[in-house]
């Protein structure tokens, strides 16, 4: 049975103030290309559909086009919500969307019931896990003790009871320890989401969603498809696919990645003022997203805006010389966005009291910020 794995869509998202939604249009169409290529029984969207919990009326169009495109190649859909979507919104209308093929996770209620799926080699139970955090199972099992996000997607999975004489496929959208995190993800108090692989070793595939750059996570078995398009500049590097898992009989797995090709790639240059100007005018990068980093040692006056109209997807322009090295200079706009809450309090704590949070003051905070991320505090 062929499965295409895809997660992270992301759709409406912004990248340094920049709309997306015509990259991301491209995109959904290239991946369709893709389905029809491959003809697979069934599509597995492991989360994060959206940017945003409430998303634009644009971004929202562009889905329900994708969601037509996906019914129109007969493919069975698995769509299931991550950390970014809203988990009701989601699940919307899904058991009328059904009837197109198009299955949607539920609001998890403690229980998941799979679809089943048949080829020549039998049944294929597949399960669709939303994102899950310890706030979420707790009410659902008040005998267990759940005080992590590995706790609780344990329980999670154990509730799922898979049979082990067939073949059984999991999407879930959760972070397992040890995988590469990119700066566009969020990231959680003292890696708190953390997930251990062995809570799906019931699983013949796990299809998970969560982290951008596409990787295995302690087994072939278990794999994160990354996102269709790169959205940060720590993602230059990777390689934007979705992933082709084929399962044959019981025990039998291959898989394979089909490159995406987005409308424009994500780049960095460095070099001098006149450099990137000379670059320019040969024709180099000029409509990819940039981050240019200038090696001149005095500022250039009006370098954003006169760059800006060389290079119209300039998404960020900083400077690495004596001055910037040597740390006299103002930190970037957009650091503090990747700093967690616990870091930011920590900041502002040395900044009144001249001096750093003890080691039992910082679990007291993170442990606090903890049971605010839950809804607890």
Known sequence: MKFVHLADLHIGK??????????????????????????PDAVLIAGDVYDKAVPSAEAVELFDDFLCGLAETGAETFILSGNHDSPERIAY?????????IHLSPVYRGCVEPVTLYD????????????LKPAVVRPFFPDAEIETSSDAVRTAVCALNPDPSVRNVLAAHQFVTGAVRSESEETFVGGSDNVDAR??????YVALGHLHAPQQA??????????????????VSHKKSVTVAELGEKGSLLIRT????PLHDMRELRGTFWEMTDRRRRGDAAED???ITLTDEEDIPDAAA???????????????????????????????????????????YRMQNGAPLSEEQRTAAAALFEKIGEGRA
């Open 14 to 39: 912004r990248v340094h103030e920049y709309n997306m939604l015509e990259e991301q249009r491209h995109i959904l169409g290239e991946i369709l290309r893709v389905i029809g290529e491959e003809r």
């Open 93 to 101: 209308a899904g058991r009328l969307i059904e009837k197109s093929g």
């Open 120 to 131: 020549g080699w039998g049944p294929v139970n597949v399960y669709m896990l939303p994102y």
């Open 199 to 204: 809570v799906f070793d019931a699983f013949d």
């Open 218 to 235: 302690g087994s072939e078995r278990i794999r994160y498809a990354g996102s269709p398009l790169k959205y940060s500049f720590s993602e």
């Open 258 to 261: 089909v490159p995406l090709v």
């Open 289 to 291: 997203f940039l981050r």
């Open 306 to 348: 006169r760059l800006g109209t060389l290079y119209p997807r300039l998404l960020k322009l900083d400077y690495d010389n004596a001055r910037t090295r040597a740390g006299t200079f103002v930190p970037e706009a957009d650091a503090a966005e990747r700093k967690t809450p616990l870091m930011l309090f920590e900041e502002f």
